[in-house]
Nanobody, 127 residues
């Protein structure tokens, strides 16, 4: 069973930084995808970024390019999301998601592509 546990959320001022962590375990195959999604109040969950299981490929949604960086540490089975230059509109609950399928550029930002989800961590950016 795939398990994902997020940590690292919190309250930060506009322009500040946070690093989220996703501890992952239980993937049955070597080729899989881990993504970060965000859900703002009153809005649908949206894909932020994803990374392949070997860390060689990643994708970002346009509104975080140049500000957020996804990375992975295979020894720790952890995926990180470094968030810089945070804006109030980045506020929301951030979820780690896992897919047992390899990273596919056409589908990575769709919630339906992922079968495992973490509990979420709150990020609040004050203006």
């Amino acid at each position: 069973e795939v398990q994902l546990v997020e940590s690292g959320g919190g309250l930060v001022q506009s322009g500040g930084s946070l690093r989220l962590s996703c501890s992952a375990s239980g993937f049955p195959y070597d080729d899989y995808t881990i993504a970060w999604f965000r859900q703002a109040p009153g809005k649908e969950r949206e894909g932020i970024s994803c990374i392949s299981s070997d860390g060689s490929r990643s994708e970002y949604t346009d509104f975080v390019k140049g500000r957020f960086t996804i990375s992975s540490d295979s020894a720790k089975s952890t995926v990180y999301l470094q968030m810089n230059s945070l804006k109030p509109e980045d506020t929301g609950v951030y979820y780690c998601a896992g897919s047992v399928a390899p990273l596919m550029r056409a589908f990575w930002d769709r919630s339906s592509y992922y079968t495992s989800w973490g509990q979420g961590t709150q990020v609040t950016v004050s203006s």
